[in-house]
Structure formats: C-alpha cells, structure tokens
C-alpha cells in the first residue's frame, strides 16, 4: 500500500461522535476533527454499527455476553461490542476502498484485528482500562466475585494481547500509558488529552448569595450514578448556606433530588451551562480513564472543584480556578466556606485552557500516524 502525503484513515467506532452522549463521543469528536484538520473531509472516514451501544435489549444482551464469557476466549465486554453486521461492514469497507491506517476506538473493539488484513497499520485509541472499572464492581456485586475476578484476568490479558498486535496505542489518559508501556516494553503510545473545537463563550463571573453548582454528567453510566449519590446522600445535607444545584445529561432527570436540586436532561448547547452556575463539581471517585468533564470546564475556563480521580492521567492541571480535595470531610468544609465563594470569582488560565485545543494537538497526532504507516512500509 503506497503512503501519501494525506494518510487515508479509517475509524471503526462503537460511538458516532455526532450523537453520542457521553464522554465517549465527546472524546471522538475531538480526535477526528484534530485528524482532520488542514485535510480534506475524506482522509478520515468513520464506521460504526448499524445499532450502536445500548441499542434494544441493553442489559439482556448484557448478561448473554456475562454468560457467552464462560465459553469463550473473549471477555464479555469485547463479546457485547462484537456485533456480526458490525464486522461485516468492517471489512467492506477494508475491501472497497484504500487506506492507510485503521484507528480502531476503543478496549472492547481488539476483536477488529480479525477483519483487517495483517499488514494493515493499525492503531489503537484506549479510552479507558477496563479491568480497572470491573475491579470496582467486585465490591458491588459480591455474588459474582468469582465471575467477576475471571473476567478482570481475561480482560487483563486481552488489553495487554491487543497494545502487543497494535502499531501504537493513543492514550486519553498519560497515567494508563504509563502502566501499559510497563507492561507492553517498546510499546509505541501517544497521549492525547479531551480536545474540544467550540470557542469558549467570554464568562462573566457574577458571585452572589447564593451558590449555583453545576454537575454535567452521563448519568446512564453506573459510575456517574454513584458519584452523584455521594453527593446527594453525604455532601448537600452538611452544607448550611444556600445553595441551588443544577445537574445536566443524559438521564439527570431520573436522579435522586432535594429541592435544592434542579435537573435539566440533556442540553443541545452547553453555553447554557456554563451560564447557569458559578462552578463545576467534578466529585469522580468511580470510573475509570479521564474525566471529559473535568477537561471541558476548564477548557471554557469554568472554576472546577474536583477530587484527585477526577483529575488523574491529565498532567500539570493546576492554578487558580481550581481546586481538588477528596475527603467528605473537606467537600463538606470547603462548600461552606468563604474559599468556595473565591473559586466562584476565578477563572482557569488560558495557558490551562489551550492544553485542550485541537490545534495544540493536531500536528504531533498526524506525525505519530505517519510514522507508524511509514515504518509498516519499511516492514514489507
């Protein structure tokens, strides 16, 4: 296969990037305009199922895949992605036209070396370690420990099998490339951090007696779900000012509310939410990966009060705007003091804001592409 100049890319993605929800989509959207920029609309050409994650019967094929997990040497992630006109499309699209380099979008898609032919430069996007959000389920479903924990091996050797068979790995998070590159020696990754392509809306900060927090999330996510149930169960009661909290996503709707609380489902323009509250909680301790959210709020340079998982695997975040504590304790102490009303006057940095700018980006993703293809071309 002959390089060019425009490396002809195709992504095979379980998220479509302009309807996905989630932070999953989000992070897609930035990738591919990065790839995209200074080339044409077609050298980036996106594949995704027919019938994206859920889809219809969500948790029945859930538990067929738990169960499909036993007989196979798939783990029930990889098993639940792994839809047959998906594959079919895969290699269509293979067959029909030529490219450069496949990217395939995410940990439980490693089945898709299957429908790419051997040569193929292949790279990896891992959004999260999946391992590591089935460890956090042990604790919560106990009765399936011994499941659970023959999954996490499987899961383990399957993220490990697929870094080993890629051309190179891009990292949403620097501290999961680090522990992938101690386990896969001489792998070759590239830390790519949330970009975003909106313009920032010019904020205003208006302090007054009342604090507005602001919660964005993908509530259909079970980490999510509890993060907001630490808030609601353990933090809000213990703050004694006045307060109004509004939560935005998929799902907030159909959370668990105080009359303090206002939810709003899903915005089509998060101008509006960046509007409506003096600062992002970004209260992470379930999850795995980044937190989108945590780079969003300060790419629109929104004060944020986050816990250190929230932060963790985006380096050098730091700075007036904000804040990161963990205990309950400390959220609780923080909330009803006068810092609170401080980091509701900060704005972040444009020095933090830009280190979520495609164009920041966009040069050294094309360079690590071009070089992965241009070292496959040596190989043959």
């Known amino acids: 296969m002959a390089l060019t100049t425009e490396p002809k890319l195709l992504i095979a993605s379980l998220v479509d990037p302009t309807t996905h929800p989630g932070g999953a989509g989000t992070y897609t959207h930035g990738l591919v305009a990065a790839l995209r920029k200074g080339q044409p609309e077609n050298s980036v050409q996106l594949i995704g199922p027919l019938h994206p994650p859920p889809g219809p019967w969500h948790r029945s094929r859930q538990v067929l895949s738990l169960a499909r997990s036993c007989f196979s040497q798939l783990p029930a992630k990889a098993l639940f992605a792994c839809q047959h006109e998906f594959r079919l499309r895969i290699r269509e699209a293979i067959r ?52 659970l924990k023959h999954e996490i091996t499987k899961q383990i050797r399957y993220e490990i099998e697929g870094f080993r068979r890629a051309s190179g790995v891009i990292f949403i998070s620097a501290a999961e490339m680090t522990w992938s590159c101690t386990k896969v020696p001489g792998l070759r990754a590239l830390h790519v951090p949330p970009l975003f392509t909106v313009t920032p809306a010019p ?24 993060n907001w149930m630490w808030l609601i169960d353990e933090i809000f009661p213990k703050v004694r000012r006045p307060i109004e ?33 003096d600062i992002m909680l970004c209260p992470i301790r379930r999850g795995a990966g980044v937190s989108i959210k945590v780079a969003e709020s300060l790419y629109n340079r929104m004060p944020v009060l986050a816990t250190t998982k929230a932060i963790n695997g985006l380096p050098g ?41 495609v164009d920041q980006h966009a040069e050294k993703l094309k360079n690590f592409i071009m070089n992965l293809t241009q070292a496959s071309e040596v190989a043959k």
Request: proline share 7%; aromatic share 10%.
């Open 96 to 147: 029909r036209h030529r490219f450069d380099a496949v990217l395939i979008n995410g940990g439980d898609m490693f089945w898709a070396f299957e429908e790419l032919p051997r040569e193929m430069p292949t790279v990896l996007i891992a959004h999260n370690l999946e391992h590591q959000l089935l460890t956090q389920q042990l604790a919560d479903y106990r009765f399936l420990s011994p499941i």
């Open 203 to 226: 904020r205003n900060p208006q302090p007054g007696g009342q604090l507005r927090l602001g919660f964005l999330a993908d509530f259909a996510w079970w980490p999510n779900r509890q």
């Open 245 to 277: 909290v509004h939560i935005f996503g998929r799902k907030s709707k159909e959370m668990p509310a105080g009359n303090r609380v206002v939810a709003h489902g899903l915005v089509p323009d998060l101008a509006t939410v960046w509007d409506q509250v």
């Open 317 to 357: 975040l730091s700075g007036p705007g904000l804040v990161v504590i963990d205990s309950t304790e400390d959220w609780i102490s923080f909330l009803n003091s006068s810092e609170a009303d401080q980091l509701a006057t900060q704005m972040p940095s444009e020095e933090l804001s830009r280190q979520f700018r």
